[in-house]
């Protein structure tokens, strides 16, 4: 948890994000991380941290941020040319194929040791 609030921080200063963010750790099913602009509070699947690099965990808070910035949830044309100041379009890619290969197997792990 901690090393995650490390990089929200860090993160934050170099997004110029000024506002108070709240980081919540939880158990997701579907998603990988959600957030609220009403209660400021970014929410990152407990899963995730479990199984994921610093690396994947910054790209992951990278994006969110960036909608927090924005102020739109969706992934127009201003999300991405905002994204596109921390990541290429290849590499958010890449980043986002390797998140979700690595969730799935994870869950595929926790599946198979119930069966």
């Known amino acids: 948890m901690e090393r995650v609030k490390k990089l929200l921080n860090e993160l934050m200063k170099e997004i110029e994000i000024d506002e108070t963010i709240k980081l919540r750790i939880v158990p997701m099913k579907q998603k990988v991380a959600s957030l609220s602009f009403k209660t400021r509070v970014l929410r990152l699947n407990r899963k995730a941290v479990e199984v ?12 969110e941020l960036i909608h927090f910035k924005i102020k739109d949830i969706n992934h127009g044309s201003s999300f991405l040319c905002e994204l596109e100041k921390h990541y290429s379009l290849e590499e958010a890619y890449n980043f986002e194929v390797e998140i979700i290969g690595k969730l799935l197997e994870g869950y ?6 119930t069966v």
């Open 52 to 63: 994921l690099n610093d690396e994947e965990i910054r790209y992951i808070l990278t994006h």
């Open 108 to 113: 595929k792990s926790q599946l198979l040791k």
